[in-house]
């Protein structure tokens, strides 16, 4: 069972950049539907970004400032956001969408956004 681990989260102010990773213990994300979730405090999760079927997709709420990409050597899912925002604080996960063992997400990893 391939797992994911999210790190690159932390404190940052407005207009200030993180990048995060998702590392996973095996090849997962090479062909597979992959991307990063979030849920901030007291809401429901909402996708932010996703490789699927060849295509990336970006939430309205992001689009501009977040970039997502893949390094399949590494088995390493990024996401570069800049230009953050206060209400952009929250849990992110990424997760990936295998054939043989589902959908598959990781602890999460805390990005506050805060003057």
């Known amino acids: 069972q391939v797992q994911l681990v999210e790190s690159g989260g932390g404190l940052v102010r407005p207009g200030g950049s993180l990048r995060l990773s998702c590392a996973a213990s095996?090849?997962?994300?090479?062909?597979?539907?992959v991307g990063w979730f979030r849920r901030a405090p007291g809401k429901q999760r909402d996708s932010v970004a996703d490789i699927t079927l060849g295509d990336t997709d970006y939430a309205d709420s992001v689009k501009g400032r977040f970039t997502i990409s893949i390094d399949n050597a590494k088995n390493t899912m990024f996401l570069q956001m800049d230009s953050l925002k206060p209400e952009d604080t929250a849990v992110y996960y990424c997760y990936a969408l295998d054939a043989v063992q589902g959908l598959t997400w990781g602890q999460g990893t805390q990005v506050t956004v805060s003057s």
């Open positions: 095996g090849n997962i994300f090479e062909g597979n539907a």
